[in-house]
């Protein structure tokens, strides 16, 4: 007896075991299956983008977006599913959307979406909606209809813009790029990407940041820095700030912003922002004919008070959050530095500094080493020399 209730105790613990297992199998299974038909819904709808078809879009639910983007010249678009939330004949679908512009991105810019789905009686998932994922930034066809215009060196895309507008900036750009090329040399891609969104907050939304970061800022450009291959460099606009600008200081800007595309490669952790921001400001204003003193009306009033500072400006100077007038004069501050480098060792040896400052790929020793190797100086002697000429040029 004590044998057969060992072999009956034995089959039943395989028994709760195999049904363990297929009870285990069978909603994972359920799962897998669900997640592979959505992404192959992701994939049609990919597809159609990218084929400009309508009806094909269309068969995969919502179309809300397909307009929006047409005019958007795209190399490349797909999404990749990363979770499946389903409820029932409902879902939420969170995916990273990659997609490409074509004739300047070098590789996929990422970005986070949300999307609904429902499915219907005969077991087909559908799009219901497809928006921005919470904490992602948003891109110019969640704010509506893109209008594209192409200059020589230029693709500008806008929402909420006139066609003559867009055409404007890139008229900027398309002066702005070989400005460029003139100071830093050609080695870059010569070409910009400009984003054109219909107020400052759209201009928040793109950047995933409040739009309080960026009241007062006329322009500011993404990218990754420190990388020949870096997804995309982006120059947005904030519209509301760029319509006070006279036609020099919207040409200051773009080439400004245009600077950082084609120093990206250079620029990296061992550069700081004194380097970057002044030598973008020295490109923008170099053939203007504008008066140290008209480019840095800040800088000046502090000269005529007997407030010259003291130091090159730190990184944390240039928070877009803190006092605009300080802010102010560490841009100027950084712009007269690059322009002292420039008037006294050469335009040439400025684009050399930058370089070796870049090439050290850390901060520590950095600008050191390379004011002893490209300039013969010292930070210190630098400092006392900047000073100088920022008394010299402005007073005080």
Do not use: K
């Not at 089959?11 to 049904?19: G, R």
């Not at 429902?118 to 994922?133: C, L, N």
């Not at 509506?144 to 929402?159: I, P, Q, Y």
């Not at 950084?334 to 870049?358: H, K, N, P």
């Amino acid at each position: 007896m004590a044998g057969r209730r060992r072999a009956r105790d034995s089959w039943a613990v395989t028994l709760c075991l195999l049904l363990v297992a297929l009870v285990g199998c069978g909603p994972g299974s359920a799962a897998d299956g669900a997640r592979a038909e959505v992404q192959r819904l992701l994939d049609r709808r990919a597809a159609a983008v990218l084929d400009h078809d309508a009806r094909a879009y269309g068969a995969t639910g919502s179309t809300t977006g397909f307009d929006r983007l047409r005019a958007v010249p795209l190399a490349a678009w797909s999404y990749r599913l990363t979770s499946l939330d389903r409820t029932g004949a409902t879902a939420t679908a969170r995916a990273d959307l990659r997609y490409r512009i074509a004739g300047h991105d070098r590789a996929p810019v990422t970005a986070g979406r949300t999307l609904s789905l429902a499915r219907d009686a005969d077991g087909r998932w559908w799009v219901v909606s497809d928006r921005p994922a919470p904490r992602s930034a948003h891109q110019l066809w969640d704010q509506g209809t893109v209008t594209a215009v192409r200059g020589a060196h230029s693709l500008v895309l806008g929402a909420g813009r006139s066609r003559d507008e867009l055409r404007g900036f890139a008229a900027l750009a398309d002066r702005a790029v070989p400005a460029i090329s003139d100071a830093w040399g050609t080695a870059w891609r010569r070409r910009v990407v400009v984003l054109v969104p219909e107020s400052l907050e759209d201009m928040a939304a793109l950047l995933g940041s409040p739009a309080s970061s960026y009241r007062g800022i006329a322009a500011v450009t993404t990218g990754e820095t420190g990388a020949d291959r870096a997804p995309a460099d982006r120059i947005i606009v904030n519209p509301d700030a760029y319509a006070v600008l006279g036609p020099v200081g919207r040409q200051v800007v773009l080439t400004h912003e245009a600077t950082h595309v084609a120093t990206r490669a250079h620029t990296n952790a061992a550069t700081p922002l004194w380097l970057s921001e002044g030598y973008a400001d020295w490109a923008g204003y170099r053939g203007t004919g504008r008066l140290p003193a008209q480019a840095a009306p800040e800088l000046a009033r502090a000269a005529a008070e007997g407030r010259l500072p003291g130091r090159l400006p730190a990184d944390r100077d240039f928070g877009f959050t803190g006092d605009a007038t300080a802010l102010a004069q560490a841009y100027e501050s950084a712009w007269l530095a690059c322009r002292l480098i420039a008037d006294r060792w050469g335009e040439s040896r400025l684009g050399t500094f930058y370089r070796a400052v870049g090439a050290h790929g850390e901060r520590e020793g950095a600008v050191e080493g390379a004011m002893a190797e490209v300039l013969g100086t010292t930070p210190e002697r630098f400092t006392a020399l900047w000073r100088e000429y920022v008394r010299d040029q402005l007073g005080g």
